[in-house]
């Protein structure tokens, strides 16, 4: 069974700092990996996917990911956080048709002026 | 606008008495699922459907129905609601068949259950 493990229920950082966001996942392999935010009150929105053409992924708002096979990690970056950046992230794992996707249990994100 | 749309946003209700949660997609997608989400627990997918008339139970199902009568419809049955289903719950839809198809999401639903 595939699952999702995210390290850091809430990560706080200054803005302009790196953030890292941790994904680590248990999935047969290929493992169809995404990131998701959730804003307040909203539902998620998709950040990013990776589709194994490149193992650096980029994605809306500055937001990239890296697939490490070796370490079954798909640890969420950005260089410089904004305010606008405080919400949750979840990382998920789908099957190969796509008809039962896992989340992790999701990070908040706060960011400090 | 390409959405996914669900009714009603906030919902209370007593234990026991039956409720449905509305969801309609306008994008032609052939998947839809149902997904609880808790604190600290993330999203649960309760069921999931491939097609009209095929659906399928996720994580969670226990508590809950589903139909998929027709291709933009999901709604999500509570026949007898009890207070653990007391979440926010969110439908959710792709193109499906395809693995790197992302989930679009409605705005989810708040339902207490008392």
């Known amino acids: 069974a595939q699952s999702v493990t995210q390290l850091g229920s809430h990560v706080s950082v200054s803005e302009g700092a790196l953030v890292l966001l941790r994904c680590n996942y248990s999935s047969s392999v290929p493992p169809y990996l995404f990131w998701y935010v959730q804003y307040p009150n909203q539902g998620l929105q998709l950040l990013l996917k990776y589709t194994s053409a490149a193992t650096l992924v980029k994605g809306i708002n500055g937001f990239e990911a890296e697939f490490k096979k070796s370490e079954t990690s798909f640890h969420l970056t950005k260089p410089s956080a904004h305010m606008s950046d405080a919400a949750e992230y979840f990382c998920a794992v789908t099957g190969y048709y796509g008809q039962n996707f896992v989340f992790g249990p999701g990070t908040r994100l706060s960011v400090l002026p | 606008e390409a959405q996914v749309t669900q009714n009603p946003r906030y919902l209370i209700t007593v234990t026991g008495k039956k409720l449905t949660v509305t969801c309609s997609q306008n994008?032609?997608?052939?998947?839809m699922s149902w997904y609880r989400q808790d604190p600290g627990l993330g999203l649960r997918q309760i069921y999931y459907s491939m097609n009209v008339e095929v659906t399928d139970k996720g994580d969670v199902p226990e508590g809950y129905k589903v139909s998929r009568k027709e291709k933009r419809n999901f709604p999500l049955i509570l026949e007898s609601p009890s207070p653990n289903q007391t979440s926010l719950y969110f439908c959710?839809?792709?193109?499906?068949?395809?693995?790197?198809?992302?989930?679009?999401f409605g705005n989810g639903t708040r339902l207490t259950v008392t």
């Open positions: 994008m032609n997608h052939e998947y």
């Open positions: 959710a839809s792709s193109l499906g068949g395809v693995w790197n198809s992302p989930l679009h």
